[in-house]
């Protein structure tokens, strides 16, 4: 499929990183079907692209009127009627193999067969995930930053049975939704953002275990004298102590002890302290 024929995007998980998605692909044009499993989820999703497109109006960022860019996506529950029409279903489920499977399992029943399938995984195994399907060389991993509507980076990750079309056209797709695309060449844990993040974000906790700075001295430092926008403990809230305690824990599993989780990551989510979305995690955030 090229990218010109592509009209329709549908969005599989409506949390922070879904509804992100959802809302860059309406504000590139496209027709979005935004789904979840339960109505309160994807009303979740909704309300928070609602906010963003509104600050994004108030920045003087946005170039059309919010509710056209609004109108342009259906927050659903049905499946089928979520993807039935699809051209690109991007999947941003959680990171549970078992969800993984069931939401694969069924999708290729409902969707069209022109349909490209893209995994907004964090880091596990494209090609594991494209086996579940019936198609895995229209497959790839389409990995979007937090947040996605202000992050310029997407990664596109080939499979082992990835097609260059398929790519091709993910890579197409994601310039059309005004993003920088970088291909990565090989499947492997963490990619190459995330493989590179989230030891720095352990690093942090480990510095902090240790007693050698306290959460907003690391955090201070991060900002002013290594100059990343957000400190690591501050990002680590943004894009959740869940994510990047998993992300760690399948680098540690596939790649060595060095990506261990540090103790005090763990404790935040035996707390279900995951960050922004929890209301808790380094920073209180009510
Ligand atoms: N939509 C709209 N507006 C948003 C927003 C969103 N989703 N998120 C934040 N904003 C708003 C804020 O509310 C704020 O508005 P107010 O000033 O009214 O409070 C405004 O944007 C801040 O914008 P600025 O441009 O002034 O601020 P900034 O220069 O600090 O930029 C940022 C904000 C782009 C988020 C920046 O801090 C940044 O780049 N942070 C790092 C984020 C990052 O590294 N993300 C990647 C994480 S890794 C990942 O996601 C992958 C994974 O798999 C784990």
């Known amino acids: 499929m090229n990218v010109d024929d592509i009209t329709r995007v549908a969005v ?50 946005l170039d059309e009127d919010p509710e056209v860019v609004l109108d342009r996506i259906t927050p659903l529950v049905d499946l089928e009627a979520a993807v039935g029409d699809a051209d690109v279903v991007i999947e941003a489920v959680p990171e549970v193999m078992d969800i993984k499977t069931e939401v694969y399992g069924s999708l290729e029943e409902y969707a069209p067969d022109r349909a490209i399938f893209a995994t907004n ?9 494209s086996e579940m399907t019936d ?15 202000r992050m310029q980076l997407v990664e596109v990750i080939t499979g082992k049975h990835t097609s260059e079309e398929t790519l091709e056209t993910v890579e197409a ?28 974000l352990n690093e942090a906790c480990w ?11 690391v955090d201070s430092t991060g900002k002013y004298d290594i100059g990343i926008p957000m400190g690591p403990f501050e990002l680590a809230d943004r894009v959740g102590n869940d994510v990047a305690h ?15 989780p540090c103790p005090l990551l763990t404790e935040k989510i035996d707390e279900g302290k995951f960050g922004e979305k929890t209301g808790e995690g380094w920073y209180d955030h009510d």
């Open 121 to 129: 995984t964090s880091s596990l195994s494209i090609t594991d995930l």
């Open 207 to 217: 510095a902090v275990n240790e007693g050698g700075a306290d959460i907003r001295t």
């Open 12 to 61: 599989l998980g409506a949390g922070s990183m879904g509804h992100g998605i959802a809302e860059v692909a309406a504000l590139a044009g496209y027709e979005v079907a935004l789904r979840d499993i339960d109505e309160d989820l994807v009303q979740d999703g909704y309300e928070n692209i609602e906010w963003s497109v509104e600050k994004l109006a108030e920045k003087d960022r």
């Open 246 to 260: 998993h992300v760690l824990e399948y680098l540690n599993s596939e790649l060595g002890e060095a990506y261990e």
């Open 135 to 149: 198609r895995p060389e229209q497959f790839c991993g389409m990995h979007f930053f937090n947040p996605p509507v």
């Open 173 to 200: 797709l994601a310039e059309s939704f005004d993003k920088t695309s970088i291909r990565v060449r090989k499947d492997s844990p963490g990619f190459v953002v995330n493989r590179i993040l989230t030891p720095l």
